[in-house]
């Protein structure tokens, strides 16, 4: 069972670009979410969905948009980057009767 | 929203005990984590508290106070592994999560 996957690894992007990012999870959670962390700033929530064909803003959605077409997978675009989009990017998922969520590995994201 | 504090950094000694104080002002609560998170890697769960009192689980305790809004998350018996990020993070009635910034453990020998 792998868990959680994320693609790419890590990423150098050029401003304007559109990027997604990928997410996969093989665990059947119903919730999916997507983080951004930065340095002294922690994680901060960009958007999640509590079910498959629904999804919800967090704290900070502005430049990213996601989908959930089915269970497994959650990706986050960024329509068109800019540099204060860099940053690590952790897709996370949690089945929601237990809360607790598990955390892919991770993106790294450089947007110059 | 929610406003979670938690301190930036701690270091202590290997063997000893460690406290990282969580406080947070909610506008609804169900439930806070505890995570550690090691450098360049995702954050693993470490415990759960939903009602005020102490979790127990190995060398690790979380205690919560609901009407104080505080946690605690005590390492005992320190190891140079537990050199990691430690973040609290509360849950709100929409099973979402609003996380503390974190709080640096280092562990000298």
């Known amino acids: 069972i792998a868990g959680i996957t994320q693609a790419p690894t890590s990423q150098i992007l050029a401003a304007g670009r559109r990027m997604t990012l990928r997410c996969t999870q093989d665990m059947r959670h119903n919730a999916m979410y997507w983080y951004r962390q930065d340095l002294g700033l922690g994680l901060r929530l960009i958007h999640y969905?509590?079910?498959?064909?629904?999804?919800g803003k967090g704290e900070v959605p502005d430049g990213y948009s996601v989908s959930r077409a089915n269970t497994d997978d959650f990706p986050l675009t960024l329509a068109s980057a800019v540099p204060s989009q860099t940053s690590v990017y952790f897709c996370a998922s949690s089945d929601s009767t237990e809360g607790k969520q598990y955390f892919g590995p991770g993106t790294r994201l450089t947007v110059l | 929203g929610q406003n979670i504090d938690q301190p930036t950094e701690m270091t202590a000694t290997e063997g000893a005990i460690v406290q990282i104080n969580c406080t947070y002002q909610?506008?609804?609560?169900?439930?806070l984590f505890w995570y550690q998170q090691h450098a360049g890697e995702a954050p693993t769960f470490l415990s759960y508290n939903v009602l005020d009192g102490l979790e127990e689980k190995g060398r690790f305790s979380s205690f919560l106070s609901r009407s104080k809004g505080y946690s605690y998350l005590l390492l005992k018996e320190l190891q140079m592994k537990d050199s990691a990020s430690y973040l609290c993070?509360?849950?709100?009635?929409?099973?979402?999560?609003?996380f503390g910034a974190g709080t640096t453990v280092t562990v000298r020998a």
């Open positions: 909610t506008s609804g609560f169900n439930g």
């Open positions: 969905s509590n079910t498959a064909g629904t999804t």
């Open positions: 993070a509360v849950r709100d009635e929409d099973y979402k999560l609003s």
